[in-house]
């Protein structure tokens, strides 16, 4: 059975976004990716408050391929340390289930 997963990950701007769902996509890392535009990111780092505009995207994989996508956009992400997060779904629509299980194995 298809174990599904999530990752979530902001990034600067939409073109970024569009490069690194490109290359997920190609390197069949993830079946899709959704941008979300406009979100305003509030956060601490490094011990000083900020506030940025970004982008976030939702990117949608099989739970095996979870470990090797995360690496895969945190490699590629412009930000010198950017925040991904990524989650296993226990629970999944049949013909979702299905559609992440047409991606490769990894080898």
Known sequence: MTV????W???PDEDAALAVIDT???ES??????????IVS??????ERGTSREVGV?????ADLLDAAIARVAYLHPYDDPAVLGW??????PQTLAWLGELPQLS
Request: overall charge positive.
């Open 9 to 11: 990950c902001p990034f």
């Open 4 to 7: 599904g997963a999530l990752i």
């Open 42 to 47: 509030v956060y601490v780092w490094k011990g």
């Open 88 to 93: 296993r779904c226990d629970a999944g629509a």
């Open 24 to 26: 997920l996509l190609t």
């Open 58 to 62: 939702l990117f949608k994989t099989r």
């Open 29 to 38: 890392l993830a079946a899709c990716a959704n941008i979300v535009p406009g």
